[in-house]
Every structure is written in C-alpha cells, then in structure tokens.
C-alpha cells in the first residue's frame, strides 16, 4: 500500500487540512483514481471528487470478500457493479443511483465502516460507472446471489427482509429532557420525506410511529440511528420497523402530525400547532436553563444534527469552531455570501476567504456546536452552482490580517455584526433551526408590502417563485422557490434586504411547504 495517501472523506480530523485532501495516487494499469500521475500527485489539492454512483474503497484486509465489500454498499441501496483489485487491497463499487452512493458515503463519514474488524476507507471515484468486461461472470454471479439476499450477513439479511415498510416505530428510552414530535421531524427528515408522525406514552415510555415516503428512507434512518443518543448521555433512540405500512392521522396537534395534509383540525382540547411550538420553547428554555451542565438549545440541536448520522459523533469531531469550506465559486463568493448563509446556524465570527486558494474559506463560529451544526447542514449543498465542502478545521481561531496589510477584503470581522441570530438567549430562533429547503420563511414585512411585490423581489434573485402564502397577520410569510439551490440563493441576497422605512426582511429555512 506504498504511496496510496489517506483520503477519509473528512474523518481524520487531525492531520492538515490539505494534505488530508491530497489525490490518492492508486497505481492500477488503466484505472487510476483522482487522476494523480507524476508530479501532480505531489500538488496539494482541496477537493474531493465529486459526487458519484461509484465508490472507491481502500485499505481492504487481504482477506476480505467480495460479498463483505458489496455489504457495505447494500443497505443504501442496489449495488450494480464490482470491481476489486486484490494486490493493492482496494475495491470500486457501483451503486444503482448516485443518490444511494451520497448516502452511503455520508453515512460512513461518521461511521468508520469495518470488515473483518479492520477500517476500511472510503471515497467519491472520478469514475461515474464501472466497465467491467464480460469475462468477469463470477463477479455478477456473486451480485445476484448477494441481492437476492443469499448472501452469509445475517446482518444485511435481517435489514432487507425487514425494510419492506415506509413506518418506523421509535421508543425512546432514558428521556431526561422533552422529546417533542417536531424534534423527531428535524432529526429524520434528514434521511427523506417525513409524511406523518404519531407520538404516544406506552408502558411509561415515549414511543413514536414516523412513516417516510418511501420504504428505503426508513431503512436508512433505522441503520444510521438506532442506538443513538439525542442530546449527550440521554434520550436514546430504538428504532424498529412497524408492521404498518401507512398511519392514519385524523389531527395535526403536538401528539400527532400529518405534514401532506396541513388543513387537518388540531382536535378538542388540543393547543394548535404554534400555541405548542410556542409552549415547548418556553418550557425547554426554562427546563434546560435549570439543570446544571444541560445542553443549550443550539448544542441540543447539534447533538439532535449529530444524531442523524451527518456530523462526526462524540470522540471523532475536532474541538475547534472555525470550518474549512472548500469547492467554492471564486468568481462569486465574497465573506458577505458566507457570513449570510452561515449565520442561519451560528454566529460567525470571522470569514476568511484564502489568499492563495480562492475557491476556499475558513469561518469561525462562536463555539463548537455551531460549527457541527453549520456543517452538517450545509456540507454537500449548492452555492453558486458548485456542491460546497464543509469539514471542521484544525485551526483554533481564524487570524486577522496584521495593521496596515491589504488582504483584498478577503478577511472580515463579524464579532460585533448586528445581524448575529443567536446572541440573545432564549431567542425564538433557537427553535427554527432547518436544513436548507426550497421553502423560505420571511418575517419582518412591512405593511404595505404585497405580496406581488414580494414575488417580484426573490424573481429577480434569479429563481423561479412557485408558490406564496402570508401568515394571518402579514407580517410573515412562506415563499417556495423550484430549488433549494434558488432558495439558498435568495437567502443570501435577500436577509436583512432594506424594505424601506428602515425595516430589514429576515429571511430563514422553513420546514413546512405551502
């Protein structure tokens, strides 16, 4: 394994950023991965290969089996093709999908994957399929045998044989802080659709059925998050599939939710949707504010982000606040940009765009919470029509440029901005912390302000407005652009937009569609 570089998709937090990304030189007659021949493969590069439907795996035992390797792919999806090269211990794979083969690389990037006790590496390849030649018969003969699930894991047997139903039922046990039903949305929703959601006590336990759009949502949400803990050392989640297969929900209250169905009555007696949004964030902000050493509500969103298999968990993650955003447009971005769309989920300290690598930024963030939060909701997303990179930094602090040194504007100091989301405690927008979604939710709109008006506005941030709603008193409203990309877009150009008379649009994610 002589001059194959370590490249772990963003777990090996310790070693330099750069040569953490250096190409893997794979040495193989005809099929070299990161394209790194010569001299290039001693440049230090901050990409990755993009995505794609082929993974590159490294570091293999030599014993390992071709059935192992294609376990390690079958839970995300169907594996189509395989392709090992045995003397340098290293293996391609092809899934069925490209969406497939981001879940299973996102899923590993916090969970080191193993065969036969070893870790094993794993990559994007710049190859989008495997061909492999016809002559190759035993190999297929091995993908059938495995997808028809004939395969010697009892592991990735019981997970297919089970994952037949969307509905997945959810006890959680050791529950020192309030679960609530929107907790659970926020947390799964990162695996697919969440359609519906009921919540129950059973035994003295908080137990949930969550049914997702589709079968294999729920089978990834169920390997990625059972047996995981929502905030530190409490609130574990068991997750098992239900024998339903679809949840009938006759009310949308704080115990039971249909999100495809937003009419439905709240129900007698129950408090609606935003009297309970209101109550829980009242009450959470207290309960947690009293127990000593209790996670804030951003560190317990970080934790719930954690939790949903996107962010490195507890003894893999770096201790700093600063992120390296790398694949950025250089022609585009400015600190500005990074500081808006950043600052939905912290608040930014400092921008620094790279002097000698402009399609690269480091930021700092008030604490670590935030920098795990910012990064699992922003890896891997569209900015500027490039998927943007967001890993933790080895760096503690993001340095200004010395007295009198002109950097370009490069380097910005946020510390005192005004438009920092979280600085008061207690702050609503503790609990209205989304991924980012085509569904833009805006407050602070003037009176006058219509809502043709407001079409015109995001229109001309160069999206497609596909739909409008103003809440009761019109001074917030849900816009949905086509795509997230447009509405991250949107956000960028249009929060704290001046609307005149002095009064600043806010603009955020929402969960909800119109």
């Given amino acids: 394994m002589d001059g194959i570089s370590d490249v772990a998709v963003g777990v090996k937090r310790g070693s330099d950023e750069l040569s953490m990304y250096n190409s893997p030189n794979t040495g193989m007659s005809g099929m070299s991965d990161g394209a790194s021949n010569g001299s290039d493969s001693k440049k230090l590069r901050v990409e990755e290969a993009p995505p794609s439907r082929v993974i590159h795996i490294r570091k293999l035992p030599n014993e390992a089996s071709e059935t192992e390797v294609i376990a390690l792919g079958l839970p995300f999806g169907k594996v189509t093709n395989i392709l090992t090269l045995k003397g340098k211990n290293q293996a391609f794979l092809e899934m069925g999908t490209e969406e497939a083969a981001i879940t299973m690389v996102n ?4 969970v080191t994957p193993h065969i036969r006790n070893a870790p094993v590496f794993i990559q994007y390849s710049n190859h989008k399929e495997l061909k492999t030649d016809a002559t190759n018969q035993r190999t297929q003969a091995v993908l059938q045998a495995v997808s028809a699930v004939q395969s010697p894991s009892s592991d990735v047997q019981d997970i297919l044989a089970a994952a037949s139903s969307p509905v997945l039922r959810i006890i959680i046990d050791n529950m020192f802080y309030p679960v609530t039903l929107d907790v659970l949305q926020q947390i799964f929703s990162k695996f697919g659709t969440v359609m519906k959601i009921i919540t129950f006590t059973k ?29 530190n050392s409490c609130c574990t989640l068991r997750i098992d599939f239900s024998k339903l297969v679809n949840l009938n929900v006759k009310y949308n209250n704080d115990k039971s939710r249909d999100y495809t169905r937003p009419e439905l009555p709240a129900g007698d007696g129950q408090p609606s949707l935003d009297h309970t949004v209101a109550a829980f964030s009242k009450d959470s902000n207290s309960l947690l ?22 962010v490195a968990l507890a003894g ?14 250089e022609e585009m971005v400015t600190p500005q940009s990074l500081f808006t769309l950043f600052g939905v989920y912290g608040d930014v300290q400092r921008v620094k765009i790279l002097y000698n690598k402009k399609d690269s930024a480091l930021i700092q963030m008030s604490d670590t919470n935030q920098a795990q939060l910012a990064m699992s909701h922003l890896n891997g997303q569209k900015m500027y ?9 080895k760096h503690q602090t993001v340095a200004l440029p010395r007295d009198g040194l002109d950097d370009q504007g490069l380097t910005k100091d946020y510390a005192n901005s005004p438009l920092h989301r979280f600085k008061k405690p207690g702050s609503k927008n503790f609990q209205n912390i989304f991924p980012p979604s085509a569904t833009l939710h805006l407050s602070n709109v003037p009176q006058d302000v219509t809502e043709e008006d407001l079409r015109l506005l995001f229109s001309n941030a160069g999206g497609t407005v596909k739909a409008f709603k103003f809440f009761q008193d019109r001074k917030m409203a849900l816009i949905q652009m086509s795509t997230v990309e447009e509405a991250i877009q949107a956000l960028i150009d249009l929060h704290n937009y001046n609307m005149g008379a002095n009064q600043h649009l806010r603009v955020s994610f929402s969960k909800s569609t119109i």
């Fill in 316 to 329: 893999q993650a770096g201790s700093s606040g600063v992120l390296l955003v790398s694949n950025l447009n």
């Fill in 107 to 110: 899923y590993y990037t916090t």
């Fill in 385 to 393: 029509g490039k998927i943007i990179r967001v890993t933790l930094s």
């Fill in 289 to 310: 504010g009293k127990i000593p050493g209790a996670l804030n509500p951003l560190s317990a969103a970080a934790a719930a982000a954690a939790a949903a298999g996107r």
């Fill in 203 to 231: 035994n003295n336990q908080f137990q949930a059925l969550l049914q997702f759009s589709d079968p294999t949502n729920a089978h990834q949400a169920k390997l990625a998050l059972d047996g995981q803990n929502i905030y």
